[in-house]
């Protein structure tokens, strides 16, 4: 894959940014871009592409330092850092549309072990230990695998035969009349940050679903989120909302308390500024950020900073190259967090004020 030199953001035509987000490098790629994810302490981000590549860049200047290996085309759809210690600190589970999740060492620049999940995978994410992962799929099933058995294990050979499946959530069209669950693609899977077995997961078919990972069917269900992207989070500050984002023209944000599943308590359909304008988008990715959320979509193919209280804008950019289909954030310092959204073949850094 070409890549092209690093350009400056906000000069002339293009991105406009308003408000708390100030533009700070954007890097051309070669393919278009459909996840990124910054490791945990921030110095580097991935972007994963239509055309199965993964690409590493500096967060700090956006420099592209290296790109995997892969021998998968198909494209990337998901992207989670391993457990921030020692021994795994760089190590990148990677979700292919193949069915494929393979573990990257970073430093090696080379496989660890892959998971053959069987069907295409849209979405993936570790419990707060580290110790369970989850994976959302096209066929509306969710494969939970233990990852605590293996980590250090495994050969070169892009196997792990000591992974093993925990449970399968409506694996399949055949099982949706008897099992309670998702009946189209799932497009987010989060765990609570907190509770070791708790997550929730939504998708195409309007539902929200709280689960407990022992079991294999749901805890309640919520109705009302059409989720087509990584549009699920829990608030940090009150870690029993969650807050869910929605591909549509009306009531495209919605938080609900994930014991209860009580009614969505508010919404926005369009956002106002400080200058009174209204910036409209249709969600796919959503992330809580303390006080913030962080939104990015389609339509105006923006990128929002939402007050989490209020839900009114503090800051957003609009006119970006396509629509926003992933965001990340690191927190630089105890005022200021850096921002990563991917947009066509473009990956943009902006800080955040806190």
């Excluded at 690093?6 to 490098?25: E, F, N, T, V």
């Excluded at 193949?98 to 573990?103: A, E």
């Amino acid at each position: 894959m070409t890549l092209s030199r690093r350009k400056s953001l906000l000069r002339g035509s293009g991105p406009k940014a308003i408000g708390i987000l100030k533009p700070l490098h954007r890097s051309e790629l070669g393919s278009a871009l459909l996840c990124c994810r910054m490791s945990h302490d921030g110095r580097y981000t991935a972007v994963g592409a239509t055309d199965g590549t993964v690409t590493l860049l500096r967060t700090t200047s956006a420099k592209v330092l290296f790109s995997l290996p892969t021998r998968d085309t198909l494209p990337v759809t998901c992207l989670r850092f391993d457990k921030p210690d020692q021994s795994s600190f760089y190590r990148l589970a990677v979700g292919h549309v193949s069915g494929h999740v393979v573990w990257w060492d970073l430093v090696r620049r080379a496989p660890l072990y892959q998971l053959n999940v069987g069907v295409d995978v849209h979405c993936c994410d570790f419990n707060c230990w580290y110790t369970r992962f989850a994976v959302g799929c096209t066929d509306g099933g969710i494969r939970i695998y233990s990852t605590c058995v293996s980590r250090d294990t495994c050969t070169q050979k892009c196997t792990c035969p000591k992974h093993q499946i925990l449970v399968t959530h409506v694996a399949g069209r055949e099982h949706r009349e008897t099992v309670a669950g998702h009946t189209s693609r799932v497009f987010t899977v989060r765990y609570h940050p907190l509770e070791e077995h708790v997550f929730v997961s939504a998708g195409w078919d309007n539902m929200i679903h709280v689960w407990d990972d022992r079991c294999s069917t749901p805890l309640r269900s919520i109705s009302g989120s059409h989720v087509c992207g990584d549009g699920l989070d829990f608030n940090p500050l009150n870690t029993n909302h969650v807050v869910s984002g929605s591909w549509r023209l009306r009531d495209t944000l919605q938080v609900y308390d994930y014991r209860t599943g009580v009614p969505p308590t508010a919404h926005v359909t369009s956002h106002v500024t400080g200058s009174g304008s209204h910036v409209g988008c249709h969600v796919y990715a959503l992330k809580c950020i303390e006080d913030r959320i962080l939104v990015g979509g389609s339509d105006k193919n923006s990128l929002q900073v939402l007050d989490g209280t209020s839900l009114l804008s503090l800051g957003h950019v609009t006119d970006l190259p396509g629509g926003v289909y992933s965001l990340d954030f690191t927190t630089r310092t105890p005022r200021s967090s850096t921002v990563v959204c991917v947009t066509g073949s473009a990956v943009f850094f902006f800080t955040c004020a806190t």
